[in-house]
């Protein structure tokens, strides 16, 4: 499988109006997995405090089992009918096919279907179906970033840290220089009415057991960089076809690494469009 130039599927996957609308989750939720989660995230910024060592000594706790799965966003009939392997055209059609080296037509056909199923399958992307989804795209975008995130050289390199949030690719990182000192890993950022903010910020609280005073919901590993926008963890996936209200999402896994690497005073950089919004 060759790799397409990074930032060209970005381009190429516009998603669908409203997709929340249109697209369900093709794997039911269990108690503890809200696919469609609304992100705890803060509109002002929170009150400042020196956290203490017994707080900063508590670690947030793990999330359940299968809270990160790769579930795909598919139609609703496509769930209700069971398909095996869909005959419709996916919001992320054209981008998945130029991603796999398939004719780019923007039409499903038999063979799009069956290669689309068997990269879902190697990534453990349920329903494997073969829709060309946001999910899929998104593993997409991540995969291509994996050997070099930079290589479009749209994050400034500094001597200094700095977090490079790729809003079109939806993925993260750090780095130092031209060193990746972190990541990439998937995000979810804000969506239409709350976008993340983009341009340069800089890291000025990190609270390792943040709970949203809007929500009285967990924020674990929070790291603010702009007002009441922070990286943090969320207990729920980061793949859903609508955005958080503003805030970087990760993994508790990635939040908890990037706590390791980040410290007050860092800088942020932030650019590009979220599909979809």
Not at 10 to 18: E, F, I, L, T
Not at 146 to 175: E, G, I, S
Not at 192 to 204: I, L, Q
Request: aromatic content about 8%; charged content about 20%; hydrophobic content about 40%.
């Amino acid at each position: 499988m060759s790799l397409l130039p990074l930032g060209a599927s970005a381009r190429a996957a516009p998603a669908p109006p409203d997709p929340q609308n249109q697209l369900v989750p093709g794997v039911p939720p269990g108690v503890d997995l809200p696919w469609q989660i609304d992100t705890p995230d803060q509109v002002l910024a929170p009150t400042v405090y020196e956290p203490s060592a017994a707080e900063d000594a508590v670690e947030p706790r793990e999330a359940v089992d299968g809270t990160y799965a790769l579930v795909e966003y598919v139609p609703l009939e496509e769930v209700a009918l069971r398909v095996a392997c869909t005959k419709r055209v996916g919001p992320y059609q054209r981008a998945v096919e130029r991603w796999l080296k398939l004719t780019v037509d923007g039409k499903q056909s038999a063979a799009d279907c069956r290669a689309i199923r068997a990269f879902q399958k190697t990534q453990k992307i349920q329903p494997a179906i073969g829709f060309a989804g946001p999910v899929t795209w998104a593993r997409m975008q991540l995969i291509s970033a994996k050997k070099n995130p930079n290589a479009a050289k749209k994050c400034p390199v500094r001597v200094y840290r700095v977090a490079c949030v790729d809003l079109d690719r939806q993925v993260t990182w750090v780095q130092k220089g031209a060193k990746v000192v972190f990541g990439p890993v998937s995000m979810r950022s804000g969506r239409a009415a709350h976008p993340t903010r983009k341009g340069w910020h800089t890291v000025y609280w990190r609270h390792k057991n943040h709970v949203s005073t809007l929500y009285n919901t967990p924020m674990p590993y929070a790291q603010f960089f702009d007002g009441g926008q922070a990286f943090h963890a969320v207990y729920g996936t980061i793949h859903t076809t609508i955005g958080s209200q503003g805030c970087v999402n990760l993994t508790l896994g990635d939040a908890r690494k990037l706590w390791g690497v980040l410290k007050k005073g860092d800088r942020v950089y932030v650019w590009g469009h979220r599909p979809g919004t």
